[in-house]
């Protein structure tokens, strides 16, 4: 509870015993012949009892209508020099019981109430995320028609240039210049065609071939073999070999996929000169691997950290947007998670972490 809800409730609480205080005194202090206004003064008693239960629920409820009892009692018996309550004995006694009963009842209603309107609260939440799920998912969708078209398009005039590139390459020597253009040719059309696919892969996820993965190992290899990135010159890449950890099991070729979005993001953001540091750990609760990449760049903007796994989000020129939605629901469809944050000293991390097998 929040320190203006303490103060608020407190002063309710303030209220409702100075209303108390003012009803017993005006019982106290009418004349014993003035029959018919006790009779309004008992009842006035609910009002405080009632407001109770709604500030505090039952226990605080009951804890007036103990108060209201304790401070009525003397008067209601006319104990020593109390003047006594003209009302009759049932009437009292009645009163008395009804000041315990209200209490409770009232308490367990506004209990109950909370309840469902903690329920409903929760439901409410419950219903916003499916719903952005489902526009996630239709946005998916969107992707996985116009991709399958455009793939198709562009599959076949490739492997064409590529077939003409390999036949015009035979009429050149081994090392000759032109034999290492058209090599060239053929080696990017291919690499394109795999870019292709895995554009595919994302409209329509393949698959998980699954088998034991040491994550270490993957890692460093993906480390070795990253594309050049002009936008990271004089950057570094640290990676601590940790102990041998945990196999997972998952699709290499994913995971692997995964590995390369994030940290191509962290470089990215890093920038020249810049600094990406990734550790790994066991974790326990659940059983797995989790994989820290960490950048010293400038960290996630408030509206990426919302749109993170938005298929087309993307703050950055020429980025598709595509990365971190990939890798998202390849991590998922692993049965891990992909989180994204911000360092406290600045710079972003990203978290991937994987069942073990
Ligand atoms: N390490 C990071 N630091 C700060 N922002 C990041 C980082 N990684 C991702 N982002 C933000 O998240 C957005 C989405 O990233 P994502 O990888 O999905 O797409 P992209 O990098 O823009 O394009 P691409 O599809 O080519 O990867 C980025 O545009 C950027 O704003
Ligand atoms: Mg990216």
Redesign the pocket.
């Known amino acids: 509870m929040s320190e203006a809800s303490r103060k608020h409730k407190w002063a309710w609480y303030g209220a409702i015993y100075a209303v108390i205080l003012a009803v017993t005194s005006l019982h106290y202090f009418t004349g014993h012949e003035l029959h018919y206004y006790h009779g309004i003064y008992r009842r006035l008693y609910y009002l405080p009892i009632i407001l109770a239960c709604f500030t505090g629920g039952v226990r605080a409820g009951m804890i007036a209508a103990i108060v209201v009892c304790l401070l009525y009692m003397p008067h209601a018996l006319g104990l020593g020099p109390v003047m006594q309550d003209p009302g009759s004995p049932t009437e009292k006694g009645l009163e008395i019981i009804l000041y315990l009963t209200v209490a409770l009842i009232t308490g367990l209603l506004v209990s109950r109430g909370e309840r469902i309107r903690d329920r409903l609260i929760l439901a409410i939440e419950e219903k916003e995320r499916v719903e952005a799920e489902l526009v996630r998912a239709a946005k998916l969708a969107a992707v996985g028609r116009l991709s399958a078209g455009l793939a198709h398009e562009i599959r076949n005039p490739l492997a064409s240039i590529k077939g003409a590139a390999e036949l015009l390459g035979d009429d050149f020597a081994e090392g000759h210049p032109k034999r290492r253009l058209l090599d060239t040719l053929v080696s990017e059309a291919e690499r394109l065609n795999g870019v292709l696919t895995r554009f595919l892969s994302f409209a329509r996820p393949a698959p998980i071939e699954r088998k034991k993965i040491d994550m270490p190992a993957l890692l460093g290899n993906v480390l070795a073999f990253l594309p050049q990135g002009n936008h990271f010159r004089g950057g570094s890449i640290s990676f601590d070999d940790p102990m041998p950890l945990k196999p997972i099991e998952g699709d290499e070729g994913q995971i692997r996929q995964v590995l390369l979005?994030v940290i191509?993001?962290a470089r990215e953001s890093a920038g020249p000169g810049g600094k990406v540091t990734v550790s790994m750990e066991e974790t326990t609760d659940p059983g797995g691997v989790a994989i820290h990449v960490d950048d010293d760049g400038p960290g996630f903007a408030p509206e990426a950290l919302e749109n993170l796994f938005t298929p087309f989000f993307t703050t950055r020129e020429g980025?598709t947007g595509l990365?971190?939605a990939i890798s998202h629901r390849i991590v998922e469809s692993h049965g891990g998670s992909l989180e994204a944050s911000n360092l406290p000293g600045g710079g972003a991390r990203v978290t991937m972490r994987f069942p073990a097998s």
Do not use: C, R, S, Y
């Open positions: 979005n191509l993001n980025g990365g971190l």
